[in-house]
């Protein structure tokens, strides 16, 4: 397998074809013939034949992916011809991981490392090298090129041989010109590290999970093509770069299409299945590299689910088209930052509006949580509630003056624990179940029964929002008709998956009859609100199960993400 291939390196080739094509019109060099001989100890040197010829398909540039077919010691002979005589100067650019010696029109123009002579060894050459052409070569005639060299440090190295001559300041607008591209490539792998910290901050988006691991992975690509084709190392590191290029490669084929299909709301694992065929097709067609590829099928499924009326389709076609266009359209391809920057800019803009959507919805919780404190607070104290307390309270003082002392003593207790824990975000367990006690106490009073609580592996320790379980139990009792029979009411604690999990469970009234509630009520909606400012994840279901009214909370037993659990009933969940 070639170190690197063609097509995953579409980009940079081209970049540098259409700089060629650019230099064509004022520059005046054509490449004729190109061939490689092998000059080992064991080949003789006089009748030479070509080991290896070249095709000429493109006169400014030559891109030849050679694999590992290449001798130990080799030279390399090309024919350049120069069109018309001017005073532009030129530079030969040479891409071929190896040590060798350039000569053109048999003068030696420079080395790359340095071939081994009698008693010394070799001193390894550099991935890239860059030669000015001398004042002989802008007369108008046919020229030799010889690279005559040696790869003996890595002889197993795949190899690619690109070959171009350009005037010199072409070639510094060139460089200038790939220098923006590669650094939308790196604010592409930034952007997606603050999206991985943005998810392990706070676990509730998990598009952004998948999203920042493409923008990192094509950053790290980026940089490894940039190392690779722009930077000087030693060619003995090229493998290792390779091979990290080719994973990134390999893993942004699956992963992208991975992440379209989570943002498009598909959840069906076998359509998942689907994220495999960029790196199918990249293998099956020959022309068509893993990047491309990976475009092409992000852009039929955005399509598709364009037809299905998907969420986020339209933007999803909108960033696969600019993709495509910025990789197949000559324009774009020489251009590549105006590609990425519009990436970037959509991108931006669209996080930017959806953490701003996320911080209203969370300030508008607030305050809807403070304004549903104090409606808690007057319904605790409105002029019925307190009538009817009283009511029995002088019922029980003309009938038995010290149990009617004791429920205004109970009534005092429970005005005063409420305005004390109303204002708190949360609250221990303990204090949740000694206001809980002291309501049912007021209650027996008032409808002559017996009321109970029961705990079942409950950690008193825990914490959770003020007056959650003494909600439920008010709704418990306010829609059943007990009458004065004996009730016991239960109130479990079990841990699942980093959850905690809250059960409490309520007789109904009759096996037929099931308990009215009502979904917008304050006591409800006091729950929900309470969950939401104290949680980032959280799951409230409640409805029958086995002849009794089952209300779960579902809360993170440490700081994470809570999934809801199916219990069967009916749910309120985020």
Not at 57 to 70: D, R, T
Not at 173 to 178: I, L, V
Not at 537 to 555: D, L, M, Y
Request: with cysteine; proline share 5%.
């Amino acid at each position: 397998m070639p170190l690197l291939s063609k097509n995953c390196l579409l980009p940079l080739i081209a970049i540098i074809v259409a700089g060629c094509k650019l230099a064509t019109a004022t520059a005046s060099y054509s490449i004729e013939s190109v061939a490689i001989f092998d000059v080992s100890e064991e080949s003789s040197q006089t009748g030479l034949s070509p080991f290896k010829e070249l095709e000429v398909s493109n006169p400014n540039l030559i891109w030849e992916s050679l694999g590992k077919n290449v001798p130990q010691r080799f030279e390399i002979r090309a024919t350049l011809r120069r069109h018309k005589q001017d005073l532009v100067s030129h530079a030969l650019s040479l891409h071929f991981p190896s040590t060798y010696e350039v000569y053109f029109d048999e003068t030696l123009i420079g080395k790359n490392g340095q071939l081994p002579s009698t008693g010394q060894e070799e001193a390894v050459g550099r991935s890239i090298k860059t030669f000015n052409l001398p004042v002989k070569a802008s007369i108008e005639d046919t020229h030799s090129l010889r690279i005559r060299g040696s790869h003996t440090h890595a002889p197993n190295t795949g190899h690619a041989l690109i070959l171009g001559v350009t005037p010199l300041e072409d070639n510094l607008h060139f460089a200038r010109s790939t220098a923006i591209a590669y650094s939308f490539y790196i604010v592409f792998a930034l952007f997606g590290i603050y999206l991985l910290a943005y998810y392990v901050i706070n676990r509730t988006q998990h598009q952004y999970l998948l999203l920042g691991c493409t923008c990192v992975l094509f950053g790290i690509f980026a940089v490894n093509k940039l190392i690779y084709y722009q930077i000087n190392v030693p060619y003995t590191y090229l493998d290792y770069i390779g091979y990290v290029a080719n994973t990134c490669t390999f893993l942004l084929s699956i992963i992208a299409p991975s992440t379209l299909l989570y943002t498009l709301g598909y959840r069906q694992k076998l359509i998942y299945s689907l994220a495999a065929l960029p790196y199918i097709l990249s293998k099956s067609i020959e022309p068509l590299g893993p990047i491309p590829a990976t475009a092409y099928v992000c852009l039929a499924l955005s399509v598709i689910s364009i037809a299905l009326q998907k969420r986020y389709a339209i933007f999803a076609t909108s960033i696969s088209t600019i993709l495509l266009l910025t990789y197949e359209l000559p324009f774009l391809a020489q251009n590549q930052a105006l590609g990425f920057g519009a990436l970037m800019l959509i991108f931006l803009v669209s996080i930017i509006n959806l953490l701003v959507k996320e911080y209203k919805e969370r300030h508008r919780a607030q305050l809807q949580n403070t304004r549903l404190q104090l409606e808690l607070l007057k319904s605790k104290i409105q002029p019925h509630f307190v009538l009817n307390s009283l009511t029995s309270a002088i019922e029980w003082i003309e009938t038995n003056p010290k149990q009617g002392v004791k429920l205004i003593q109970e009534l005092a207790k429970e005005f005063d624990l409420l305005s004390s824990i109303s204002e708190q975000k949360l609250i221990p367990l303990a204090t949740e179940i000694e206001s809980c006690k002291t309501y049912l106490s007021i209650m027996e009073y008032r409808k002559k029964a017996k009321y109970q609580l029961e705990l079942i592996n409950v950690d008193l320790s825990a914490e959770l929002p003020p007056s959650l379980i003494r909600n439920l139990l008010e709704n418990a009792i306010s829609h059943n008709g007990f009458g004065e029979a004996s009730v016991t009411f239960e109130l479990s604690q079990h841990q699942k998956d980093g959850q905690r999990i809250l059960r409490f469970a309520a007789p109904t009234a009759s096996e037929t009859s099931e308990p009215k509630t009502n979904e917008d009520g304050t006591g409800i909606r006091y729950i929900k609100a309470r969950l939401a400012e104290s949680y980032k994840t959280w799951s409230f279901h409640h409805g029958p199960e086995n002849g009794k009214w089952v209300s779960a909370i579902i809360t993170p037993s440490k700081q994470g993400t809570a999934a809801a659990i199916d219990l069967n009933l009916t749910s309120s969940k985020t």
